[in-house]
């Protein structure tokens, strides 16, 4: 119980029990406990441009790193949504090699605290892939 009132008491300052050199999770305590600053992707934050012929998923923790743990992102390509990875740094090269004719791809994401969601779906974005 001692942990949840530190976890609390954090929240006056800027949210962030990381300034008492943990974080919030070791509390115990929900993202929205430190007033829901987890709660969304807050519009269109994945960007896509081609790499070398590979697509680049372009993400940020858009400030609440402190909060999050990782991304979840997936992509459809042609059959549906499907996992392309959990990733903990911004920024993520699709290494799946392009196809031999056009394909549209289609990447959504949403972010994670541990093995929970957080919050909505990113809005999906696009690229022409291959040819």
């Keep these: ?18 300034s008492l050199g943990v974080r919030a999770k070791s509390f115990g305590v929900r993202a929205k406990s430190f007033g829901g600053r987890a709660k969304s992707f807050g519009g269109r934050a994945l960007k896509l441009e081609l790499s070398g012929g590979q697509s680049f998923v372009r993400w940020s923790w858009q400030g609440k790193s402190a909060f999050l743990d990782l991304l979840e992102l997936h992509v459809d390509r042609g059959s549906g949504f ?4 959990m990733d903990t740094t911004p920024n993520y090269l ?35 892939i291959g040819g």
Excluded at 82 to 85: D, K
């Design 82 to 85: 499907a996992l392309l990875a």
């Design 94 to 128: 699709d290494t799946t090699p392009a196809p031999a004719t056009p394909q549209k791809w289609t990447y959504k994401a949403i972010f994670r605290i541990g093995d929970q969601r957080v919050g909505q779906w990113s809005d999906e974005v696009s690229i022409i």
């Design 1 to 18: 119980m001692r942990a949840k009132s530190l976890g609390v008491r954090a929240k006056p300052f800027g949210g962030r029990a990381k």
